[in-house]
C-alpha cells in the first residue's frame, strides 16, 4: 500500500500474511489478507476452526505483528510502529469484547467503565451515559457475579467503547448466550459501532446474529472471501 491509497479512517488490512514456524512445520494462519472495514461498518467473520479468524482479530488489533503486508488503524501503518507505540495505540484506540465479558470480578459495572481512562492517562465517555446506551444503568452498582452473561456482555461492549476507540474487536460475543440474548447483544453491538463511528469486527459461528451486521466474510485457510 502506498501512502496515498492509505485509508484515513477504519482499518486496512493489505497482503497480510501470518506465518508461524519455518520449513516443513510452517503453518500459515493468514493467507495475503486485504480488508477494509469503514469507520462505523460492523463486518462479521464466520469459517471454520483453525482458519485464522483468531488470528486475524490479533493482527488487526495491534496483538500479533504479521510475517508480511501492512495493517493501517485510522491512517497510522500500526505494522511500522514500535512496540511502546504500538502498545499506546492499542490501549487508546482498541476496544475488546470477549466470549466471557472479561470483566473484574471485584468491580460493579461502572467501575469497570471507571478504571479504563486510568489505565489510558486519558478521559473517556461518561460510564453512566455509556451504561444507559447499552441498557445497563439499572445495573450499574452490580458486580459480574451479579448479573447475566447477556448483561455482562453489555457491560463488556460499554467498556470497550470507553476510550473512543476506532476499533472494537469482538470475538464470539454470543457463545454463552440464549438466542434471544444473543440477537439483543448483536443488535447493540451493531448500534454502538454505528453511532460511535467505530470500525467492528465480529468472529462469530453463529449465523443466527449475522443479519445485524453490515457484512459477513469467511475465512478459509488463512484466506478471506466474500460469502457465497
Ligand atoms: N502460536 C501459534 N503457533 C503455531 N500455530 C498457531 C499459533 N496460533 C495459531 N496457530 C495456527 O494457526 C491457524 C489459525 O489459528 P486461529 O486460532 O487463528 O484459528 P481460528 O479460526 O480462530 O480457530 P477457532 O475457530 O478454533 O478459534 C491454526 O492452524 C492454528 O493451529
Known amino acids: 500500500m502506498t501512502t496515498s491509497t492509505i485509508p484515513t479512517t477504519g482499518l486496512a488490512l493489505s497482503g497480510v500474511t501470518l506465518r508461524f514456524g519455518d520449513g516443513d512445520n510452517t503453518v500459515v494462519a493468514l493467507d495475503d ?12 467473520i464466520v469459517g471454520p476452526s483453525g482458519a485464522g479468524k483468531s488470528s ?11 510475517t508480511t503486508g501492512v495493517v493501517t488503524l485510522a491512517g497510522i501503518d500500526v505494522s511500522a510502529l514500535p512496540n511502546r507505540a504500538l502498545t499506546r495505540l ?3 484506540r482498541v ?8 470483566l ?10 471507571r478504571l479504563v481512562p486510568k489505565i489510558t492517562g486519558r478521559p473517556g465517555r461518561d460510564p453512566d451515559e455509556l451504561l444507559g446506551a447499552v441498557g445497563m444503568s439499572h445495573r450499574a452498582d452490580r458486580r459480574p457475579g451479579q448479573l447475566s452473561g447477556g448483561e455482562r456482555q453489555r457491560v463488556g461492549i460499554a467498556r470497550a467503547l470507553v476510550s473512543r476507540p476506532a476499533l472494537l ?11 434471544t440474548r444473543s440477537h439483543e447483544v448483536v443488535e447493540l453491538l451493531a448500534r454502538e459501532t454505528h453511532d460511535a463511528g467505530v470500525a467492528g469486527i465480529m468472529v462469530t459461528h ?3 446474529v449475522l443479519e445485524h451486521c453490515d457484512r459477513t466474510l469467511e ?4 484466506r478471506l472471501h466474500a460469502r457465497g
Open 90 to 92: 492499542r490501549r487508546e
Open 33 to 44: 489478507v486485504n480488508l477494509h472495514v469503514a469507520a462505523g461498518e460492523l463486518v462479521a
Open 206 to 208: 453463529d449465523h443466527d
Open 95 to 102: 476496544g475488546f469484547v470477549f466470549q466471557s465479558g472479561n
Open 169 to 179: 474487536l469482538v470475538d464470539e460475543p454470543t457463545a454463552a448466550l440464549d438466542r
Open 219 to 222: 475465512m478459509v485457510d488463512g
Open 56 to 66: 486475524l482479530l490479533a493482527v488487526a488489533g495491534g496483538l500479533t505483528r504479521p
Open 104 to 113: 473484574v470480578p471485584a468491580l460493579t459495572a461502572r467501575d469497570q467503565l
